[in-house]
């Protein structure tokens, strides 16, 4: 039995791209890979563009990692967002853990490798969204070419 270690480090990265501010939460070294994210906007919780990766496990511990975004129009830049976790730690209790959002300014302090493999992250997910989009087209049209095909059959 591994027993329950509660996460490491978890931090909050905000990106503005045009109009559109994302944020990311990233979880770090926690087991088991049980947990619960959340975003808040004060004491609300904010479920609108918002995507919660699944948990993944570390190649040099047997920890898992979790990644949450959210979406908000750059209008929106004063708000402050909390990213909030749940997670079974030493205690027997759920602790649940709020994290600010950290200025752009102040983003730096984030290692490059981090946000390389966030970035890496942004991309695996955009692509499998839009292979995803595609094989749905294709077998749209496929399906629609074999109905031509059987009305051609059934009242020729």
Not at 10 to 24: C, F, M, P, S, W
Request: glycine letters at 4%; hydrophobic letters at 35%.
């Amino acid at each position: 039995d591994k027993g329950n270690s509660a996460p490491e480090n978890a931090e909050v990265l905000r990106k503005q791209h045009g109009d559109q501010i994302t944020y990311v939460c990233l979880i770090e070294k926690f087991y088991p890979d049980v947990i619960r994210v959340t975003w808040n906007d004060g004491e609300k919780e904010v479920t609108d563009n918002v995507v919660k990766g699944d948990a993944w496990k570390a190649t040099e511990d047997d920890k898992y990692s979790i990644s949450s975004w959210l979406t908000v129009p750059a209008e929106n830049k004063d708000k402050k967002y909390l990213c909030k976790y749940e997670h079974e730690g030493k205690q027997d209790s759920k602790q649940a853990y709020a994290m600010a959002i950290k200025n752009e300014g102040v983003k730096n302090e984030v290692a490059g490798n981090v946000e390389q493999s966030l970035n890496i992250l942004f991309t695996h997910n955009h692509l499998m969204h839009r292979t995803a989009y595609l094989v749905y087209i294709v077998l749209l049209l496929k399906s629609s070419m074999y109905y031509l095909i059987v009305l051609f059959f059934i009242y020729r």
